[in-house]
């Protein structure tokens, strides 16, 4: 099955904490891709990275870093010194075959992240 | 360059109506696909449009539909409305391939009262 669980559904921080998101992905695809959105209160869904089932580098972007273990299955997203423009739902997604030959995008459930000031 | 753009942005429907949401994607890109978002469900597939033909479609009953023009914009038609298909109705455009990020709209809340 193809399958994406972000667990944690709302998570609470203080402004300047550290916070990671948790993403563990299910696929039988040798091939896939894993990326990160963003859903402001505004609705609409940001992209932020991707990832390749080949590439296990870890990312850093500014305050933004991700941790792609294969072993695990697992894309975390950490945030480092968190602000409150960082309040908003996070989306992890698989892109993955079904086998048809045809992909499908499939979403976590998102966690939703309050940075309080 | 203009982003997705997602058309109306808010809708108010009784049961039993019918209604069409409209997506300009990116311009370039040939692939839309239409989420579904409601608080309990998440974010679910509806389906996936690449230059006029479906390629992909979710779980979701006939009442559904949708089509591609030859301009790539993309229409979504939901008939014979329900309380349930209240939700947020979200559009995203991409050049295709499994690869390739998505684009959003800012999608189309409709209450179905």
């Known amino acids: 099955a193809q399958k994406v669980t972000q667990a944690q559904t709302e998570i609470s921080v203080v402004e300047k904490e550290d916070v990671t998101l948790d993403c563990v992905y299910e696929?039988?695809?040798?091939?896939?891709?894993l990326f990160w959105y963003k859903q402001p209160p505004s609705g609409e869904l940001v992209f932020l990275i991707r990832r390749n089932s080949f590439d296990e580098q870890n990312e850093i972007s500014g305050r933004y870093s991700w941790n792609f273990q294969k072993s695990t299955s697992s894309f975390n997203f950490t945030i480092t010194a968190s602000q409150v423009v960082d309040s908003a739902v996070y989306f992890c997604a698989l892109s993955a075959t079904f086998g048809s030959g045809t992909y499908k995008y499939i979403f976590g459930t998102g966690t939703r992240l309050k940075v309080l000031a | 360059k203009a982003g997705v753009t997602q058309t109306p942005r808010y809708l108010i429907k009784t049961r039993g109506q019918q209604v069409t949401l409209s997506c300009s994607p990116i311009s370039g890109h040939r692939s839309v696909s239409w989420y579904q978002q409601t608080p309990g469900q998440g974010l679910q597939f509806l389906f996936e449009?690449?230059?006029?033909?479906?390629?992909n479609k979710g779980n979701f009953p006939g009442r559904f539909s949708g089509r591609q023009f030859s301009n790539s914009r993309s229409e979504m038609n939901v008939s014979t409305l329900e309380l349930g298909d209240s939700a947020l109705y979200l559009c995203a455009s991409s050049l295709g391939g499994q690869e390739r990020s998505y684009t959003f709209g800012s999608g189309t809340r409709l209450t179905v009262v």
């Open positions: 449009y690449f230059s006029e033909t479906q390629r």
């Open positions: 696929t039988r695809d040798t091939t896939y891709y």
